[in-house]
C-alpha cells in the first residue's frame, strides 16, 4: 500500500523530495500522468491507503499547459488522479509556480473529481527540486510513518492468526478420532455449525481449555482488522508478542 502519489511529468523536480521520503520508509509512488496509471478496481488496491497526493498542474505530456478558462484540461487533470482512487479522500498537494492560476478552477477541479478533498498549494521551485516541500514537515512525516508502520502490523497480525489457526487445526487432526468418540451433545454441534475459527477453537478447548481467552480475543483481533480500512491505533508490538508465545504454547 503506498503513503503518497507524485503526479509530475518531469521527475527530476520530484526526485529530492522522492528519495527522501523513500529513506524515511515511506512508501511512494511515481507518474507522469500518462503512464503507471491503474486501469481496473484492482490494480487501484495498492493505494488503497494513499494518505497524500502531489500534483503538478501543468503536464505536459498530456498538453497541459495553462488550466485557466479551460475546463478540458482541468477535466483531464481531475480524471488523471482519480484513476488512482480506491476509496478515501487523500490530501492532495498542488505544487505550482502558479498558485493563482489555480485557485481559479479550484471549484471546477473538485467537481470534477468527485469528492471534496483537503487541497493545499505549494509554489515549486527548480532550483532545490522541492527541497522545502510541505511533505519535508516533520510532523506530517511522522504521521504518515506510524500509520505505515501500524498498517503493516495489522497485517502481521491477520498473518500470524491465520498460523494460528492451521496450528489448531493440526492438533484437532492429529485428535480427531478421541474428538468423534467424545459423542457429547455440545462436540455435535460444533461440528454441524461448520469449521470456521470459533469451532476450531471450541473443538481445541478439549484438549486445552486454558488458551481459550487468549484464541478469542485473536480472533475478534483478527477479525476487526481483516474489515478495516484504516491503520489500527493500538501498539501492536506487545500483541505481537503474545501471539508468538501462544504459537509456541500449541505447538509444545
Not at 527541497?131 to 497485517?155: C, F, G, M, P
Not at 493440526?170 to 455435535?188: A, D, H, P, Y
Not at 461448520?194 to 481459550?212: P, R, V, Y
Not at 491503520?231 to 501462544?246: G, H, N, T
Request: proline share 2%; with cysteine; charged share 30%.
Amino acid at each position: 500500500m503506498y503513503d503518497i502519489l507524485f503526479i509530475d511529468d518531469k521527475f527530476e523536480e520530484i526526485k529530492d523530495t522522492f528519495f527522501a521520503l523513500q529513506k524515511d520508509h515511506i512508501r511512494c509512488f511515481y507518474s507522469d500522468g500518462e503512464n503507471n496509471l491503474p486501469q481496473t478496481d484492482k490494480e487501484k488496491l495498492p493505494f488503497k491507503n494513499l494518505r497524500y497526493i502531489c500534483l503538478d498542474l501543468h503536464l505536459e505530456n498530456l498538453s497541459i499547459s495553462t488550466l485557466k478558462s479551460n475546463k478540458n484540461t482541468v477535466s483531464i487533470l481531475a480524471s488523471v488522479v482519480k484513476s488512482f482512487i480506491y476509496e478515501g479522500s487523500p490530501n492532495i498537494i498542488i505544487n505550482t509556480s502558479f498558485i493563482e492560476e489555480f485557485d481559479a478552477v479550484k471549484s471546477d477541479f473538485i467537481k470534477y473529481l468527485g469528492f471534496d478533498p483537503q487541497i493545499r498549494t505549494e509554489q515549486k521551485n527548480k532550483d532545490n527540486n522541492q527541497k522545502y516541500s510541505i511533505l519535508h514537515n516533520q510532523t506530517i512525516k511522522e504521521d504518515i510513518k506510524q500509520a505505515s508502520h501500524q498498517s503493516v502490523l495489522r497485517n502481521l497480525v491477520i498473518r500470524e492468526a491465520i498460523e494460528i489457526e492451521n496450528l489448531i487445526l493440526c492438533v484437532i487432526e492429529k485428535r480427531f478420532v478421541e474428538i468423534l468418540q467424545n459423542n457429547s451433545e455440545e462436540t455435535m454441534k460444533i461440528l454441524r455449525k461448520g469449521f470456521h475459527f470459533s469451532h476450531k477453537i471450541a473443538l481445541f478447548n478439549m484438549f486445552n481449555s486454558n488458551l481459550h481467552v487468549e484464541l478469542e480475543k485473536l480472533r475478534k483481533l483478527r477479525n476487526k482488522f481483516a474489515h478495516e480500512s484504516e491503520p489500527p491505533r493500538e501498539d501492536l508490538l506487545d500483541c505481537l508478542k503474545e501471539i508468538e508465545d501462544l504459537k509456541q504454547t500449541i505447538n509444545s
